[in-house]
């Protein structure tokens, strides 16, 4: 139990290959008195990893993929076959549907208390497209001790899309906002807020290279920025995903690409620039729009999306909408005429998402639900 024994929860954690987040949520949990029994399902052919309070393991094929109650059946006879489910005391599902489903299966035939987070694909691919199955996402939120949102962006569209009315204010009571937090590298060395060079507008870009991203529309806000007579430039730092960009990009003179690099690097180019854009069409949180953030850079982040709502606009930057790159230029160009205060309103606000502080928020929302049980 917190405050005494540690507290046993089941991190059901669908994507945590895909994100070093997962690692450094668990590893600040633990700090602050939390066992995490990690299970990852994965499909056939992916290599298992079983260790002690570690089980990736595959228990569904490609095919299962397409039917979601097999898949989920599969998912859940593997986890109990890992895993004592007499000593677990909370489930901490990572995704709605994927993860979520199992965690409420295991409430209902064990009684064990759940909370569930909404993520990207929830949102733009299960609710959305996926209209047979929008009865079971509602069903796992109305029996979830607390719904985790990353944003209030992805919190109104929920609610206002695709819960019935008379289950609103039940699932609105139930849901608290708890961003994904960034590297503590990030916060290392916390820089002085930044100064616009004279004459010189850099922008920078971070994450991989793909249509989803939108680089380009970041590319256009900057050609129509320097027929403004502004000198911009626009620092490109990633995967190519689609070849069609490394021509896009090669046909400008004004910008630089970099393929990934570590995060160590990333800082550098960050400090070197002093605007951070990526409009993407969909995005679950963007943790690079808080790591630009740390490092006192204003961000430009896409409107409805991910990190929309994190702060109110014109605090650390602007929201803008994913098919206008003349409302992200005219966003721009409202960072740069409060450019120093905005730059301080970065730091200022960046420990929000430092994993320690997040920690804490979901220690006290599984110390909240034992003690409702109690």
Sequence with gaps: MLGG??????????????????????????????????????KQGQPPQVETDFFAVPCFTQLDR???????????????????????????????????YAAYRLNRTKGIPYIVAIRNTD?????????????????????????????????????????????VQQIRKRSIIIPNG??????????????????????????????NKNLEQSIRAAELLRRKGLDVSLTVVGDILEEKYRGMMASHDFIRYFPRCPQEIIIDYL?????????????????????AMSQGVPVIYTRGQGFDGQFPEGTVGYAVSDRDPEEQALAISSILKNYEAISR???????KFNWNRIAEQYTSVYKESEENRQ
């Design 66 to 100: 397409m039917l979601f109650f097999k898949k989920q059946r599969k998912m859940l006879r593997t986890m109990e076959k890992y895993i004592d489910m007499g000593q677990i005391e909370m489930v901490h599902a990572h995704t709605l549907f994927s993860g979520g």
């Design 271 to 291: 400090r070197e620039s002093d605007i951070f854009v990526m409009p993407s069409h969909t995005e679950t949180f963007g943790l690079v729009y808080a790591e």
């Design 123 to 167: 949102l733009n691919v299960f609710f959305k497209y996926m209209v047979h199955l929008r009865h079971v996402g509602v069903e796992i939120m109305r029996h979830a001790e607390r719904i985790i949102f990353l944003a209030p962006s992805y919190q109104r569209a929920v609610l206002e899309k695709y819960v019935p009315r008379k289950y």
């Design 5 to 42: 024994d540690f507290v046993q929860v089941l991190q059901i954690a669908n994507g945590y290959y895909d994100s070093k987040l997962y690692e450094l949520l668990f590893s600040a949990l633990s700090a602050r008195g939390v066992e995490n029994h990690v299970f990852v399902p994965l």
């Design 182 to 211: 960034i590297s503590n590298l990030f916060f290392a060395a916390v820089p002085q807020p930044k100064h616009l060079k004279p004459g010189a507008v850099r922008l920078i870009y971070v994450g991989e290279v793909s249509t």
């Design 345 to 351: 309103n970065c730091l200022r606000f960046a420990c």
